[in-house]
């Protein structure tokens, strides 16, 4: 119902992440399951698991969907390491372990690197081949028809940074990933307790929302969005609050709201 | 989530009937247990549903909930036959067979009688003791000190209807139903189709809007309410006027929405 009501196309989907196998970050996946199966999905759904996931998918196929008109392919996430997991055109996702009561990952988005832009104004001046302009975007220097050596960095804008997005949900503190976190752009780290409640959250395997922000600070991210708030607490204002005391580009996440990582050019030291 | 929205209290649910298990009417039921279970349910759940349901529980305790705190009772509807399954001080629930591609069933709610209401004005002319308007309340005559025979319908208020509902959905058309839901205030019924793709309803076990107004119709049921559309259709105004066209007291099913059986007092006949 909730993507649905994000307006993501259903046929868009064709990789799932599932960083642990408690129940509020499985039980999703069954509706979803046979609602691609309804609207007559083919094509084949990668999921991204503990190994166990297998015989959830052999409990739902059984009692649930006998007739499953498309192939689910199960990558089991089985070592606590850091791992490429999955890889395509324009992204590359890790997969990283947590600290949790029950094997949980994270999960690292990051974006390669785009081509880059040629300035429209020299391709004109210098009236460059097809050829010459792929060797542009391919970060290639150009000399040209009088021998003159046109440097890359001249004829092409900055390039983009590649952006990068990291979700960390469910997990105790755990400073080891400071190391795979360092420098992203935007990271999810959940919530679930404050401070004052810091043993119970070392308990159950969850952060408080200090801890969160002492991860983003540690790792020098540039924004943290904190969620999976217990309802124990009313108001999720106190966890924003205790969060911003020691990183303050914080954000509360919201139910079916977007969050956008600009895009950033990279300043070039002139020479 | 649903429920939450509609600020029914958690632990007022001691009792949930399902008419039969396929994803849409079961996966709901692995969230709400588990979170019956993180808000220290301790009172017995009562389940009613196929005997398959066993399995199901099963599969659920062993791999997303080895902790629970409360236990829960399974009552199989095994017989297609009408039958009491549940009782309590101001209810009955029938469950009945349905017509669907696997064992399914309906259920229909019926209101117990209600005490009779003393008429306020005669308690105080007539100075009964407390042990006679228990009396007049059950139903009884009062014969009073001067001798004179009061007639328990002229000292109360004219007795309410006992309500009555009943669920049915998923099912095709099922005229033999029609003797179980004679005069019921309020009928739900599935309308997957409408009667352009009546062949469609019939060969996947679901009904048209025209099949459930027929259905609401011969049993003389005060109200219909008509939902569980296809998401072929893109809007619910045809489900309506193919409905009203033979039923008019229809309503469409939305998300959410209350809706309220008035109590209504029986008329007498004046002696």
């Known amino acids: 119902m909730q993507l649905r009501k994000s307006k993501i196309k259903f046929g868009r989907i064709n990789n799932i992440f599932i960083s642990h196998l408690h129940g509020d970050h499985v039980f999703g996946l069954f509706g979803l399951l046979s609602t691609f199966n309804l609207l007559g999905r083919k094509n084949p759904l990668h999921i991204y698991a503990h190994p166990d996931m297998e015989n959830i998918l052999v409990f739902f196929r059984e009692h649930f969907a006998e007739d499953l008109f498309f192939k689910i392919e199960l990558h089991p996430l089985v070592k606590r390491e850091v791992k490429i997991i999955y890889e395509d055109r324009v992204v590359w996702v890790y ?44 970060g290639e220097d150009i000399t040209n028809d009088s021998g003159d050596l046109l440097r890359n960095e001249l ?56 801890q969160a922000a002492k991860l983003a600070a540690k790792a020098g991210v540039r924004e943290l969005i904190i969620g999976h708030f217990s309802n124990r607490y009313k108001q999720t204002s106190a966890f924003l609050r205790e969060a911003c005391a020691i990183f303050p580009a914080t954000k509360i996440a919201e139910e079916l709201k977007t969050y956008t990582i600009e895009l950033r050019r990279e300043k070039r030291i002139s020479h």
Request: net charge positive; proline share 7%.
């Open 95 to 138: 997969a990283f372990p947590l600290k949790h009561r029950v094997p949980a990952f994270g999960f690292l988005f990051k974006e390669k690197f785009r081509p880059l832009n040629i300035r429209k104004d020299l391709v004109e001046k210098y009236q460059f081949s097809i050829k010459q302009i792929q060797a542009v975007k391919a």
């Open 155 to 210: 004829l092409t804008e900055p390039p983009y940074y590649p952006r990068s997005f990291a979700y960390c949900s469910d997990t105790s503190y755990y400073e080891k990933n400071v190391e795979i976190l360092r420098n992203i752009d935007l990271l999810y780290h959940e919530a679930t307790f404050l401070d004052p409640d810091k043993d119970l959250a070392k308990l159950t395997g969850h952060s408080t929302a200090l």
